[in-house]
Nanobody, 115 residues
Framework: QVQLVESGGDLVQPGGSLRLSCRAS????????MGWYRQAPGKQREWVAT???????NYADSVKGRFTISRDNAMNTVYLQMNNLKPEDTAVYYC?????????WGQGTQVTVSS
């Protein structure tokens, strides 16, 4: 079991930047995959980015080149650096952790991109 707590969401203007954090309740050293997903109003939750225990990363095409996922095993934290934000990035962002056959979720943090 693991509890995940996201933070860092905010209101930001188009072109701005934010860094989201996901703090885990236990060591993430052995967690094979951690990731970020998002859900906009009226839409299904969609995958944004993942990072493996070995540091391998993957990104959705919509965020590639603008977002960067990273992990700090010493701090039990995964980050999502978001640059050049667009209005269509507005959503609740959720952190995930794959443990065995289960995917654990945080409670989400709101990101709003608007002028």
């Amino acid at each position: 079991q693991v509890q995940l707590v996201e933070s860092g969401g905010d209101l930001v203007q188009p072109g701005g930047s934010l860094r989201l954090s996901c703090r885990a309740s236990r060591s993430i050293f052995s967690i094979s995959v951690m990731g970020w997903y998002r859900q906009a109003p009226g839409k299904q939750r969609e995958w944004v980015a993942t990072i493996t225990a070995g540091g391998g990363t993957n990104y959705a095409d919509s965020v590639k080149g603008r977002f960067t996922i990273s992990r700090d095993n010493a701090m039990n934290t995964v980050y999502l650096q978001m640059n050049n934000l667009k209005p269509e990035d507005t959503a609740v962002y959720y952190c995930s952790a794959n443990l065995g056959n289960l995917r654990h979720w945080g409670q989400g943090t709101q990101v709003t991109v608007s002028s």
